[in-house]
């Protein structure tokens, strides 16, 4: 879409109204001699608003004539009418051409890098290897080769499984996504112990390798040795090490705790607002009006101005920042509501911590009030295996 109307508003058209009694014929009419009009909407009953190329205008003199239609025309839009109407004004129709021709050149070219989903390796890691390939901001972006830039990235980080480039108008964006690596595995032919990671009261344990030293019911510390991998023969002082193995089924607890005001306060915006205009080309802006906020408190909002009124992301940019200003306001929350939200945050929270493989036995939940609080406390119990393997000293 963006496409249809860059190329109309280079080649031109013109917004015309049409009035009459027989306005379907004229559309009729004006489809079947392949005559394109689009954005056709219906002021009244006999009167219609659309727009036209300047070759489908002139073709629909003899249509016009045809169904007894009156065309009036509205408005000279497009490239064709600008440059017309600066013929007598020979300089500044060429500063013109030259910043239209700076503007597009411009848009040829990657102003912005973005790096989405790296976490062990730095956005900053990434640049500087890109850069040895002399892929950096300024580039010009029929040159690059998205599928060379996933190849080198993953060949050059063996943590990535995934690399996506994409160049959206003047930015190129790279995708990223790490693989897990697997914990550090001991050999199963190293003798190590199982060892509790967590505070737990044992359920179950089952010794594949090794020998069992606690047993249900016991509550075991976090770095105790649950299955050892030490074996000694009752007859005689002779020990042998194994490589332990089993699973050990503990119950544990998550507990988490919410606070939250009852009355608390919150900034309202007041409808006071100042705005700065700024010039944008890339990274760098110039802005137009400087000058001290007027608010204490306030919030940013920008937007952009779209320079033609065309759908293409160009690098150079009319930004608007506007300033709102904020006001303290004091409100009263209702206490129910305030034990609903501080249990779904909580348990929420909980979720985060809880392994896949846990099984929830129990939950609990208070809510205490004090000091124009809501505090909340969540208890849950979970059954999950507290073992892992730790080499023999």
Known sequence: MGTIKA???????????????????????????????????????????????????RELKEIVKKVGCRVELVEKKGLPFFIYGLRQRKMLGFGFIIFFILVFYLSSLIWHIEIIGNESVSTQEILESLEKEN????????????????????????????????VQGTKLTIEVKERDLPPDLIDEDTPCNIVAIKKGIIEKVIARNGK????????????????TGIISDEYSDIQMYVHAEGEVLAKTSYFYQVEEPIEKTIKVETGEVFERRELKVGDRGLQFIRGDIPFDDYVEEVREVRLFNLDIDLPIKILVHEYKELEPKIVKQNVELIKDSNHMKAVEEINKQLPAEAKIISKDVKHYVRDNKVITHVLIEVLEDIGEKRLLN
Do not use: P
């Open 135 to 166: 892929i950096k901001k300024g580039i010009i972006k029929y040159r690059l080769d998205t599928d060379y830039i996933e190849y080198k990235l993953l060949m050059e980080y063996d943590i990535f499984s995934y690399t996506s480039a994409e």
């Open 7 to 57: 190329w109309n508003f280079l080649r031109g058209y013109v917004i015309i109204r049409v009035e009459g009694l027989t306005l379907e014929r004229f559309l009729n009419l004006a489809a079947s001699n392949n005559i394109y009009l689009w954005d056709i909407n219906r002021v009244d009953y006999t009167l219609l608003e659309m727009k036209v190329t300047i070759r489908g205008f």
């Open 212 to 227: 069992a030293v606690v047993k249900k019911g016991d509550v075991v510390e976090k770095g105790q040795t649950l299955i």
